[in-house]
């Protein structure tokens, strides 16, 4: 045998081993990601949702409810993510809030619900607020805005600010940090005092 021949055999079987030896370490490194992959996947289940309705109650008393178009429900992490909501606040079985949002999250653990992208909140007297982020945790919570908060008492009052708290009795509102008021005559919004 020639000594080209014999280079060639060598090569050949360095890459075979090599290529064996890789084979076999990716088994043994993937061994448990199968197992783990498999585990996992029996116990993650998404629902997709179609016209959800997510309701606090307390002795048959109403306190709020979120209507979602669409969405899902991961119970892994025991989160709904929902789309297109609409939702009321209620007090003595009437409407003191309503509130609209194109995207929002419920969780089931915490009661947790936030609201945000194009999140719209209205009281009984026509006060308005908008805000990039609304954050509850039950009715005996307040409502957090967060994140270019805009409240508006048309023909009175505007407000510009980082943050508010809406109270859980949808009553008060308090503005946190810096802000902008802007204060109007009554009945007409353009003109200033």
């Known amino acids: 045998m020639s000594k080209r021949k014999i280079a060639y055999i060598v090569i050949l079987l360095t890459i075979a081993i090599g290529c064996t030896w890789a084979f076999i370490a990716a088994g043994v490194i993937t061994k448990n990601f199968k197992k783990e992959l498999l585990k996992d ?3 993650k289940q998404e629902l997709n949702i179609q016209n959800l309705i997510i309701t606090e109650t307390k002795e048959d008393k109403k306190y709020w409810e979120l209507y979602a178009e669409s969405g899902y429900y991961d119970n892994q992490n025991k989160v709904a993510i929902l789309y297109n909501v609409i939702g009321n606040f209620y007090d003595n079985d009437q409407v003191v809030l309503s509130m609209e949002s194109t995207k929002g999250t419920f969780s089931e653990d915490t009661k947790k619900v936030v609201l945000y992208d194009d ?7 026509g006060t308005d607020v908008r805000a990039d982020r609304f954050v509850w945790q039950g009715n005996d919570k307040d409502i957090t805005a967060q994140g270019n908060v805009v409240i ?4 009175e009052v505007k407000t ?8 859980n009795k949808m009553t008060t509102i308090r503005i946190k940090g ?4 802007e204060l109007y005559s009554k009945g007409n919004f353009d003109e200033k005092i």
């Open 41 to 43: 996947a029996g116990q």
């Open 119 to 125: 999140t719209y909140f209205i009281y009984k007297d």
């Open 152 to 155: 508006r008492k048309k023909g």
């Open 160 to 167: 510009y600010s980082n943050e508010a708290v809406l109270g």
């Open 178 to 181: 810096r802000s902008r008021t």
